[in-house]
């Protein structure tokens, strides 16, 4: 594996004055420049900060790729869309230290987990257009990102209550279980109606804008969705809408359910390695992707296998 050289603390953006910080992770001895991955973390918009994830020296900057994580504004501080202002901030960032960090501002990738996968798939349909807002540094540069990895990320806030599961339906995984339990969307306090700052069935208009389907079009970068069935936290449904709405436009999309899988297993180092997480795989290709190997299981190797094949190429 590759050395990496880990500079934390940086300063991506200051909304109002508050600085937002950012952590690179860059293989040493690599060829420049290094394709990048940016990591978004989960939480429910309201808790979590760029620390909470995997251990991205392992998972991928050992392996070749430059990995980054930021903190963006939370739903106590800032209501959407603070958060993807935020994000797309930190892609224009990245392009805008490429040179000094021997970085490929042609291709930069995105993933992220939960609400962070919400915000990776706003980001990808949205690309430069849509918002801008108060966060304008380095608008110089271009928010468009080459590739999408969204795990178990939010969509159409106003379906995912009709689709939850219960407890017993997901007694298998006690993550689910403990993350949200009884709470629903619709709710006054529910982590939607917090970033939005009303509950989402007085604000339709605002739940429409924090979409990622209201942004879909033809042309946009490859998209690898993955969903647990027994999430508690997301329905799976939330990533079948995505799925249905990207493909019916003609773009690159896999889906990947995972059978008793539940919510946040990007934050796991050790995924899929104690027993094997069999998927049922939907593609908008004919066949499988090329880079999805027959019977491919859930572990970190399907991301960077994806990654690899649409930044590296």
Known sequence: MMQVMIVQDLVYASPHGKPLLADLYVPQGVKYPIPVILWLHG?????????????????????GFAMASIDYRLSGEARFPAQIEDVKTAVRWLRAVADQYGLDPE?????GSSAGGHLAALAGTTGSGMLTGDTLEHSEYSSDVQAVVDGY????FLQMDDHRLTTEQASDDPESVRLHPGKRSADVDSPESLLLGAPIGDCPERVREANPITYVKKDLPPFLILHGLSDLAVPAHQSELLYEAL??????ATLCFIPGLGHGFFNRNDLGQDEPLSMSVQSSSDSLPEWLAPGQTLTHDLIESFFRYYLRA
């Open 43 to 63: 939480g429910g918009w309201k808790i979590g900060d760029r620390k909470l994830g995997p251990d991205l020296s392992r998972y991928f900057a050992e392996r």
């Open 107 to 111: 291709h930069i990738g995105l993933w």
């Open 247 to 252: 493909t019916a436009c003609g773009n690159d």
């Open 153 to 156: 990320g939010p969509t159409d």
